[in-house]
């Protein structure tokens, strides 16, 4: 579980995941457009709670590009979800479609999108009501996994489920007594259900607002009959996949470089989408392909890049630089022609490295706000940060070489932060603790310093190396305080020659 | 919260009960209390699920998982105001109640249940240790006045909640002492007196009124009663019970199970000291495979019977649960009481062919055949017939329903299909004031179901007289234990 999710055996993340690269229908749209450059192939779904408005949210997703739409009742919740949640989120599913539904068809804008209804469905009559009002998908989740034993104990988080169904310890999963039948039958059931269902009624309601069927125009659909228009035909990256084709065919090394300008969003992703669909998740050796663009580029760049790819910027960049970075290399400097100060000038936008697994970013200049936010693996090196910075982290290293802004790593679970003249009244101790660094991290910090000024030329770093053994004291470390007992615990076992994971998951469960 | 993973660190146990050869030379209880700590352990195995379903094993909505936690806290007062907020009468359920909390208990899944019923009696042995169980006075009169006619768990938990409400409440009882069967059903070794006495002197205390020797029906009649009392709650039992015609039933020596066990009560109380039907150095047979079958011979053993064998025509329950009873229903299973343990036969998939007896009339033995199940009904197997000798011989073959004759003659109160007192979903019969709770509305069923009943009759009587009521309501007439 720690492995798919990037983050570290026996330490608790923070669950839901806080949404941090979305506050606008923009940034959304955004999202959307990085996901379907990172896999083309995919299918694009926005979950919305149901709830009054949602049909105009809906109507700005589709507009969005949005290749699916959930509307979710107020029905569900996993059972790790808050009591507030469950009880409190949302409306029903009912009502939340019917206004979908109707908004996009008013809009224009119900052909190109699928439209999904979930919150609770248990019944054929659910599957039957839900078609009526707009829906082509179905989702089913909570009912199936009572199928298969689930008795809604509420712990999915906490790894006791006595039934074996949301569990890692081995104890517990051994009473897990579901089978795939089970769940087979069930939608045997359901499907049944449906074609039994001849019509309904509910006595005392007016249905007809909900039933509604706007005034359209002769010819319009009122479900999914095409596709969104992504744009990806415009995309940057056509010219990138072009130019990196020995690469992607052969492995051979490739250097390039073309200029980029800001409407040019999401660059590098729908050539990592090609790396990865030929060489897997392991990518290709580290620099096989390495491209230099100049000038101003769009948001999410190097979004979601893995490894063998290296993307240096000569310029700036906006929001989101490093999305889900898997493996790549960034590497961020002013264009050498700039008379201004790099390092008191904003060099990429918030939310850098947002949900980022392996790889390296390298900032001459300073970012925004959130820098790092839910990084679970990249090492990144910058010369000063806004608000927030490395807020639930789970993993990977930061180094930063100037100012914070305020609540330094909130939330943060994992990995390790290096700030130079820290002020510790901006760290957000909930969580962590503030140290000194010990050998091995001055070790690493100065490996990382002396690439930063390598791969960026920069003027900070430089002075900093000049009299590392002054500067090195400037530096404090941020740690996680679960993730250092956990680590504690692995180094101790690797000593004695135990098995880490099992020494692990002996301390966590006590 | 509870610890979440105290069901993996502890298994499940309960205390020892009294060595066997020790416990039948006296009438003590056979339980004993578990040593320091280990209880809270026991409690620590709780979960605290998200959907507790030993909420719907138990009628009474006992909030177990919060005083399971607040044990495991060795917060102990504070479980006996959980405990009490929802139960009258823990120390007798806790000793009495066959536990469906338990069978419908989230580890009993897959593991051993939680110990509910053993953390139950210990909270409020303890309260009671503790001088934490005072009378609970009302704040102020209510100017009503209630009579409950019946002094079983469901008339002494509708008094106790009428009383705290403010009205004046007087218990009426046929028997010479108040407690029903607790008093005269219920052996000492499964529960002494004392815990009754107790709890009668709380009740009293909070102004119920007693009135044992009062045969409502005969020595006063219902019409007079209704006039004296603003409501009277009937909570007189299933006290009907089922016989066996067979030849020689009218042979001395075989009676019903009701009119043997009594008497081993009234010697503890110290009525007499021999009692007039004694099982010493006798062969005893126990016609009925449950629970008050298992009284007779846990009495008669310690009576000093030849022999006690048991005779249950069903055939023998499995060990484990069966199919046909999944989790969280309460499944028949072949159960070995304190009293099984203390020795004798049992029998089972046997039915009585005839009694045998001497020229003085008198009981010498039975005629047993075996039966087998076809098509729903037992059919005897031919050439299985066999003799057992019997000189005491008790039928506990369980209650048709409620012996109400007199209410309906007197009152013209309607029966239901089954021959229980018929009630509306406030518990009241067809005759206006007059309502029903427990086994005489319900038929025969467990001690938690009687105090559930109880509680609730007792918020129906109190919307009655006021208007509105603050009382809970754990149940309705029409509620049935959880089956497939």
């Not at chain 1, 095409?226 to 056509?238: F, I, S, T």
């Not at chain 1, 800001?262 to 290709?284: D, F, I, P, S």
Request: hydrophobic share 40%.
């Amino acid at each position: 579980m720690a492995k798919t999710r990037h983050s570290t055996p026996g330490v608790g993340l923070i669950s839901p995941p806080p949404h941090h690269d979305i506050y606008s229908i923009e940034d959304l749209a955004q999202l959307i457009h990085d996901l379907k450059n990172a896999n083309p192939q995919a299918r694009i779904h926005v979950k919305l709670v149901a709830e009054v408005g949602v049909g105009t949210v809906a109507a700005g997703v589709a507009k969005a590009h949005s290749d699916v739409i959930l509307i979710s009742g107020h029905d569900g919740g996993t059972g790790a979800s808050p009591l507030t949640s469950l009880k409190h989120a949302g409306a029903p599913w009912e009502l939340g479609l019917a206004e979908t539904q109707q908004t996009l068809l008013l809009n224009g804008l119900r052909d190109r999108v699928v439209v999904q209804a979930d919150g609770q469905l248990k019944t054929g009559r659910d599957v039957v009501i839900a078609a009526l009002l707009g829906a082509e998908e179905f989702g089913f989740a909570s009912a199936p996994l009572v199928v298969m034993g689930c008795v809604m104990m509420r712990v999915c988080h906490l790894d006791t489920c006595p039934v074996g169904v949301a569990t890692q310890n081995p104890v517990l999963r051994e009473r897990f007594t579901g089978r795939p039948e089970f769940v087979q039958t069930f939608f045997e059931y359901i499907a049944e259900e449906v074609r039994a269902v001849q019509y309904w009624k509910a006595s005392g309601l007016d249905l007809e607002p909900i039933l509604h069927v706007p005034a359209l125009p002769e010819g319009t659909s009122r479900r999914h009959v095409v596709n969104q228009d992504h744009g990806l035909d415009k995309a940057l990256d056509n010219q990138l996949i072009a130019l990196s084709a020995q690469a992607l065919e052969y492995a051979e090394p490739v250097i390039a470089q073309i200029p980029v300008r800001n409407v040019n969003r999401t660059v590098g992703t729908m050539l990592g989408y090609e790396v990865t669909k030929r060489y897997g998740g392991a990518g290709l050796p580290d620099g096989t392909i390495d491209i230099t663009l100049n000038g101003s580029a769009g948001q999410s760049f190097g979004a979601f890049v893995p490894r063998g790819i290296t993307l240096r910027l000569l310029g700036d960049a906006n929001d989101y630089l490093g999305k889900g970075l898997s493996g790549g290399r960034l590497i961020v400097r002013p264009d050498e022609n700039a008379s201004f100060d790099a390092a008191t000038n904003v060099i990429a936008g918030n939310v850098v490295a947002y949900g980022a697994t392996s790889g390296e970013i390298f900032l001459r200049g300073l970012a925004g706000e959130r820098f790092c936010v839910r990084n679970s693996g990249v090492t990144a090196v910058v010369e000063g940060v806004g608000d927030h910075a490395c807020e639930y982290m789970t993993g990977g290293r930061v180094i930063v070489l100037g100012p914070t802004g305020r609540n330094v790593a909130a939330g943060m679970s994992g990995g390790v932060t290096y700030i130079l003249d820290l002020d510790s009244t901006v760290v957000n101790a909930e969580m962590v603790d503030v140290e000194t660094l010990d050998e091995t991290d001055a070790a690493f910090v100065l490996s990382s310093v002396r690439r930063h000024f390598e791969f960026t030329q920069s003027t900070v770093a430089e002075s900093l190396l000049k009299d590392w053994d002054a500067s090195v004291k400037r530096l404090s470390k941020i740690m996680p305080k679960d993730y250092k007992k956990v680590l504690a615990v692995s180094a101790a076992a690797e000593r004695e020659g135990k098995d880490v994971n099992t020494a692990i998951m002996e301390a966590v469960n006590g | 919260m509870a610890d979440p993973k105290g069901f993996l660190k502890t298994s499940r146990q309960t205390p020892p009960r009294r060595p066997v050869d020790v416990r039948i030379q006296d009438w003590k209880e056979v339980y004993q209390d578990f040593g320091n700590g280990e209880l809270e352990q026991q409690a620590s195995r709780c979960m605290d699920c998200g959907i507790p379903f030993c909420h719907s094993g138990c009628p009474l909505g006992n909030l177990i998982p919060e005083w399971n936690d607040l044990v495991r806290r060795q917060d102990w007062q504070s479980a006996i105001e959980r405990l009490h907020a929802t139960n009258n009468f823990p120390e007798f359920t806790g000793r009495l109640c066959p536990a469906p909390c338990e069978s419908a208990c989230v580890l009993g899944i897959n593991a051993d249940p939680v110990t509910i019923k053993q953390v139950e009696v210990e909270i409020i042995d303890r309260a009671w240790d503790e001088g934490w169980v005072v009378p609970q006075l009302p704040d102020r009169l209510s100017g009503k006045t209630v009579a409950v006619v019946g002094s079983g768990p469901a008339g002494l938990a509708a008094a106790q909640q009428l009383s705290r409400a403010g009205h004046t409440v007087a218990v009426y009882e046929r028997a010479d002492r108040i407690g029903g069967l607790l008093r005269y059903g219920i052996p000492e070794f499964k529960m002494e007196k004392h815990h009754l006495d107790r709890r009668l002197a709380q009740m009293e205390a909070e102004g119920v009124r007693f009135r044992p020797s009062s045969d409502i029906g005969e020595s006063v009649t219902w019409p007079d009663l209704r006039a004296r009392y603003d409501a009277i709650v009937v909570a007189t039992g299933a006290t009907a019970w089922r016989d066996l015609e067979v030849p020689g039933r009218e042979l001395t020596g075989i009676m019903q199970a009701m009119e043997y066990l009594p008497w081993a009560n009234r010697v503890q109380e110290g009525d007499m000291v021999e009692p007039p039907i004694n099982a010493k150095g006798k062969h005893v047979i126990v016609i009925g495979g449950g629970d008050t079958g298992a009284d007779c011979v846990g009495t008669a053993h310690r009576q000093g019977a030849a022999s006690v064998t048991q005779l249950e025509i069903m055939p023998r329950p499995a060990d484990q649960r069966p199919d046909e009873a999944p989790w969280p229903t309460y499944p028949m299973l072949y159960r070995v009481t304190s009293a099984h343990e203390e020795g004798g036969d049992r029998m089972f998939a046997v039915s009585t062919q005839q009694f045998i007896g001497n020229d003085e009339g008198h009981v010498t033995g039975i005629e047993l055949i075996e039966v087998r199940m076809v098509d729903g009904r037992f059919e005897p197997v031919a050439g299985t017939e066999r003799q057992l000798p019997a000189d005491l011989i008790t039928l506990a073959m369980g209650f048709a329903g409620p012996q109400a004759e007199t209410l309906v003659t007197q009152l013209g109160v309607e029966l239901d299909a089954r021959g229980n007192v018929a009630r509306d979903a406030q518990f009241m019969s067809t005759v206006d004031s007059i309502f029903v709770a427990g086994d005489a509305g319900r038929g025969q069923s467990l001690i938690v179901w009687a105090i559930a009943e109880g509680r609730a009759v007792a918020s129906a009587v109190d919307a009655y007289l006021m208007g509105e009521t603050n009382l809970p309501s754990p149940v309705r007439p029409t509620d049935r234990p959880l089956v497939v």
